[in-house]
């Protein structure tokens, strides 16, 4: 009876793995198929311009949609705290002046949970209905997520940086860019599975 038993557990076990196991392989693979690989051209604006620390382009890049007045004022967040305004501003070469107007630094937020909390103070003080969100392609669904789950009423339009590693070279032929997916993609059902278990999770 008992090895019967034994058994019957020992089956569901594996079932159960074999279905946990199936369901993240084809949620990394919605995951990834998801995840943009070209630069987007926005033919739209917003209030305000978010970019999310990170990658070296990432700044750059929001600061080009500054300029190009697709949004009214920049939010950097998750500077680090040593690096000084002075060494980010250097970034905008001749943008000195719409530094120093329109750029808002952020140097609480240490993950992506900090970024999208200072992302939803940012907009309240402004009143912004309206943000476009830059970050790394493959850091984009999970900063959508946490910055959604924060400001649930304000417009996100989101802006991928694509890395020409990941632009160039099929995932999987590298082994150092399937494994930033893999672990990227975990965060990322961590961080959904807690928005949905504790709604109220600061």
């Not at 950097?76 to 705290?81: D, F, K, L, Q, S």
């Not at 060494?87 to 937020?109: G, K, P, T, Y």
């Not at 339009?157 to 860019?177: D, G, L, M, Y």
């Amino acid at each position: 009876m008992l090895t019967g038993l034994a058994r019957w557990i020992g089956y569901l076990t594996m079932t159960a793995t074999a279905v946990g196991l199936l369901a993240l392989s084809a949620g990394f693979a919605w995951y990834v198929w998801q995840i943009q690989n070209e630069e987007v051209r926005l033919d739209r604006t917003a209030d305000g311009i978010v970019v999310l620390t990170g990658a070296a382009s990432r700044i750059p890049d929001a600061i080009d949609l500054l300029a190009s007045q697709r949004g009214r004022r920049l939010l950097i967040t998750g500077v680090h705290r040593t690096t000084s305004a002075r060494e980010i501003a250097s970034l905008m070469l001749l943008n000195e002046r719409l530094f120093a107007c329109c750029v808002d630094l952020d140097r609480s937020a240490l993950n992506t949970v900090g970024n999208a909390l200072e992302t939803k103070r940012w907009a309240r003080e402004r009143g912004f209905t309206s943000l476009i969100i830059v970050t790394s392609n493959w850091h984009m669904p999970r900063a959508m997520a946490e910055i959604a789950h924060q400001i649930p009423d304000v417009a996100l339009i989101p802006f991928p940086v694509v890395s020409e590693k990941i632009k160039s070279e099929p995932w999987w032929s590298h082994a150092a860019t399937a494994r930033l997916l893999l672990a990227e993609y975990l965060k990322y059902v961590v961080a959904v599975a807690r928005m949905h278990l504790d709604p109220d999770f600061i």
